[in-house]
């Protein structure tokens, strides 16, 4: 198992505090492996193996357990009063009120618990009753290019440029499983297509009782093929309407939210800048990993601009980032992204290969008049200088420099 550090170092800052530590993110993203090596770092820290409880519901070793009754049965009946337990429940939303389980855990043991879950929607309705203030979420996404790089170091003899390796990321996705193997992209996307199947089936249909699986996946592609377009659930209707399918605009933004309850896909509303309000119309959607496109649509060269936006956009999410597009007049800003009180600007584009390009890309960071960074990113060879103080940067220098 290679260690991802990132969420390690998460996840040690937050041993024997008082709260529930929960791993989120979709299927695959590699949840369980961090779950695994953080009872590793629990085992280094002088924490006996008979202290530690782990359990994965995805296993059928489990299957007795899939019920709240059960299950914390069986766990009081593991925890003895007289010393700390570490509880570690791996796809815990494959449990029937397992909030209430944890929650007793809480009230009538010495225990340090950790979950994973594949649902954002579980994390948000149930916790607000059981756990209020009692938990900490740390989202997990598909392997960054930084970790792609560190896979690939293991994994693979070849020695590739960085730009060639981020061709390859860009083709092949951050999905761990992928990296550590030497597959071909047919192979790839056969996995992809599979993953994505389960999530889908497991996560979506299933949980939220979708009937028309159909209208599902319509929404579902009509979503992966304007990836970096804004859009509403109304233009998803309209669209359907002219292909002579008539669809309500409330199941779409149902299907929508159930999407991304599953972390197939990820919200990002639009910012006024001068009216200082989040607008409730025309959002985008980005998906949680690129191979997920690919596996379903194949390759376009016309969508290269949305997809490094997507890349940008999860880039952000992972450094904690709240991230909104921009509205500033007619003009349109990327990425707005917010942290700590502070605040970049980033327009994203595949090569500036014009005037008119330069112009369409560093005008509107231009337009905004406060003092906080700015930047231009994209795929070009050829450096083009800043302008005015927003600057222009590499696409893979970005990723790799987590100052920015």
């Not at 024997?16 to 779950?35: M, Y």
């Not at 999530?199 to 992966?224: C, G, H, N, P, S």
């Not at 690129?290 to 952000?316: H, K, P, Q, T, W």
């Not at 390009?357 to 231009?366: A, K, N, Q």
């Amino acid at each position: 198992m290679i260690r991802r550090p990132f969420y390690l170092k998460q996840l040690e800052q937050w041993i024997d505090k008082p709260l529930v530590k929960i791993l989120t993110g979709i299927r695959r993203s590699g949840k369980s492996t961090i779950l695994l090596l953080l009872k590793k770092v629990l085992l280094e820290k002088g924490i006996t193996e008979n202290s530690i409880i782990a359990l994965n519901f995805e296993s059928l070793t489990t299957e007795h357990l899939k019920n709240a009754t059960s299950l914390y049965a069986y766990l009081a009946g593991q925890i003895t009063k007289d010393k700390k337990f570490y509880i570690l429940l791996d796809e815990i939303q494959e449990v029937q009120a397992w909030e209430k389980v944890v929650n007793s855990l809480l009230v009538d043991f010495n225990v340090d618990v950790y979950l994973t879950g594949s649902n954002s929607h579980l994390l948000s309705s149930e916790l607000a009753t059981y756990l209020a203030g009692r938990y900490i979420e740390i989202p997990v996404y598909t392997l960054s290019f930084k970790e792609y790089l560190l896979f690939n170091s293991v994994y693979q003899t070849a020695v590739s440029s960085i730009k060639e390796s981020f061709v390859t990321y860009l083709r092949k996705g951050g999905f761990p499983i992928i990296h550590t193997g030497n597959y071909d992209e047919d192979t790839t996307y056969k996995v992809i297509r599979d993953i994505y199947a389960s999530v889908l089936l497991r996560d979506t249909i299933q949980r939220y009782k979708i009937r028309d699986i159909d209208l599902l996946e319509r929404v579902t592609r009509f979503a992966f093929d304007n990836i970096g377009n804004t859009f509403s659930g109304k233009s998803i209707s309209d669209y359907f309407k002219s292909q002579s399918r008539k669809t309500d605009v409330n199941t779409i933004y149902n299907y929508l939210s159930a999407l991304e309850g599953a972390f197939i896909l990820y919200r990002v509303s639009r910012f006024d800048i001068k009216g200082k309000e989040i607008l409730k119309t025309q959002e985008k959607f980005f998906v949680s990993d690129l191979s997920l496109l690919y596996a379903m649509m194949g390759y376009r060269d016309r969508m290269i601009g949305g997809i490094l936006e997507n890349v940008v956009f999860l880039e952000l999410k992972r450094r904690e980032y709240k991230v909104y597009i921009g509205k500033l007049d007619s003009r349109e800003i990327d990425f707005i992204a917010e942290k700590q009180g502070k605040k970049i600007y980033i327009q994203v584009a595949y090569k500036l290969e014009n005037e008119a390009t330069i112009h369409r890309e560093f005008s509107p960071l231009l337009a905004i008049l406060d003092n906080y960074p700015k930047f231009v990113v994209t795929m070009d060879e050829f450096w083009k200088e800043d302008i005015e103080g927003v600057k222009h940067v590499q696409i893979h220098d970005f990723l790799l420099d987590d100052s920015y």
